[in-house]
């Protein structure tokens, strides 16, 4: 049964062949006349002609615009501030992005500051709701977090070692241009990277501490089935259009929150995972897919029912002879070997990080509640994600990729 919920997903689609010729007429239809195109270091947007293609349209529906390049894997404050200056600089009325989920987090922080009378970071800190954003049209390139409809926003703020999101319904972007084409050349590690996060994000909203939902149960199970069964196509066919199509609109749904109305969210493997991120600046997926297994195997006796429904309608634990606790630990095994099976970290060590790293991600978490916690499935201490941390070292020798 559903909870009460309150969702308004505002975001306009623009999903197809040639999409991004329409960047210039969405912006314009937006009531903009000057933007920011924000974008990365830029050298693969240039040798496509993808830029070049963006400036024409934008000049085409009569729209002027500043350029800031830049945008790095878990996006940077000190460019957000750049962004915000150019803006209040020049009179900017939108912004558009151009990239993946840190081009668009770049954006979309970009345009809350720009509509903020204070320092930006205050709305990540807490100090401040954010009420209104200058609004940001995303051409996605790299399909994986699912920021281009998502209420949320992330931004890495090195001077303290912080990664901190605001999440509110005003930080949606206005319009979403979707080409899976523009995603066909994207590297292994990437596209993989992209497909662990789109996992997460579901499971976030999927594993909680209720029994059954029933639509979003088997909504979700139909998103995560897919990412399991087109993913490892995807990466022997990099270039298959209509694999990149299903991936695209996987990611979308993913993390809109379509699949998490009314239901109690975890997001504890997010809450580990991007402190990997904020101390040791390794990318997103790699972090989750090096913490994931390890908070599913903590937390399985909290509700075995639904590890065990995971098992069953997601990797197709069949086995008979399994009680509930033994097929859910087998869904946990078939999942590692899925992220494995793309090429991906699936412990601590892999990706760098020893035991002496522990503590200072620990430090960084933000522990919430009477009790100091994180997560739904069950409520994690310090102690309970230090040990989590310390099960993520070494790669479960039981499970072979």
């Known amino acids: 049964m559903l909870n009460d919920f309150d969702i308004q997903i505002a975001t306009r689609f623009v999903f197809g062949h040639a999409a991004e010729e329409r960047c210039g007429s969405e912006a314009r239809a937006l009531g903009a006349s000057k933007v920011l195109l924000h974008y990365d270091g830029g050298d693969y947007l240039e040798a496509s002609g993808l830029l070049e293609r963006l400036r024409e349209s934008l000049r085409s529906a009569g729209v002027e615009f500043v350029e800031l390049g830049g945008v790095q894997p878990n996006p940077r404050l000190e460019l957000v501030y750049e962004g915000i200056a150019l803006c209040r600089e020049y009179g900017l009325e939108a912004v558009v992005a151009v990239g993946g989920g840190s081009a668009i987090d770049s954006a979309k922080a970009i345009g809350l500051g720009a509509a903020y009378d204070g320092d930006v970071w205050d709305l990540f800190l807490g100090k401040a709701e954010p009420v209104a954003t200058l609004p940001v049209v995303a051409v996605l390139t790299c399909p994986a977090s699912g920021s281009e409809s998502s209420q949320v926003v992330v931004v890495n703020n090195e001077a303290e070692h912080a990664k901190l999101l605001v999440s509110h319904p005003v930080v949606r972007p206005a319009v979403a241009i979707m080409d899976p084409e523009l995603s066909c050349t994207l590297p292994a590690r990437q596209t993989a990277c992209g497909l662990v996060d789109m996992f997460c994000h579901v499971c976030e909203r999927y594993f909680t501490d209720d029994a059954d939902f029933g639509i979003l149960d088997r909504m979700s199970e139909g998103v995560?089935?897919?990412?399991?069964?087109?993913?490892?196509?995807?990466?022997?066919?990099?270039?298959?259009?209509?694999?990149?199509?299903?991936?695209?609109?996987?990611?979308?749904?993913?993390?809109?929150?379509?699949?998490?109305?009314?239901?109690?969210?975890?997001?504890?493997?997010?809450?580990?995972?991007?402190?990997?991120?904020?101390?040791?600046?390794?990318?997103?997926?790699?972090?989750?897919?090096?913490?994931?297994?390890?908070?599913m195997r903590y937390v399985r006796s909290s509700n075995p029912e639904r590890f065990a429904r995971f098992a069953r309608k997601v990797f197709d634990v069949r086995d008979e002879a399994l009680d509930i606790d033994a097929t859910g630990s087998a869904g946990i095994d078939a999942c590692e070997r899925f992220f494995a099976g793309l090429g991906m970290p699936v412990s601590l060590e892999e990706v760098g990080v020893g035991e002496e790293g522990i503590e200072p991600m620990l430090d960084k978490i933000e522990f919430f509640g009477d009790d100091r916690a994180i997560g739904s499935v069950r409520r994690l201490t310090r102690e309970d994600c230090a040990e989590i941390f310390r099960m993520s070292l070494v790669r479960d020798q039981g499970v072979d990729a």
């Open 224 to 295: 995560l089935r897919t990412i399991v069964e087109v993913g490892p196509k995807l990466m022997e066919n990099l270039g298959n259009y209509v694999l990149r199509s299903e991936i695209m609109w996987a990611a979308t749904v993913a993390q809109n929150n379509s699949l998490g109305m009314g239901r109690n969210q975890d997001w504890s493997t997010h809450a580990l995972s991007n402190e990997l991120s904020a101390l040791y600046d390794i990318a997103h997926g790699e972090t989750i897919s090096a913490v994931m297994a390890s908070w």
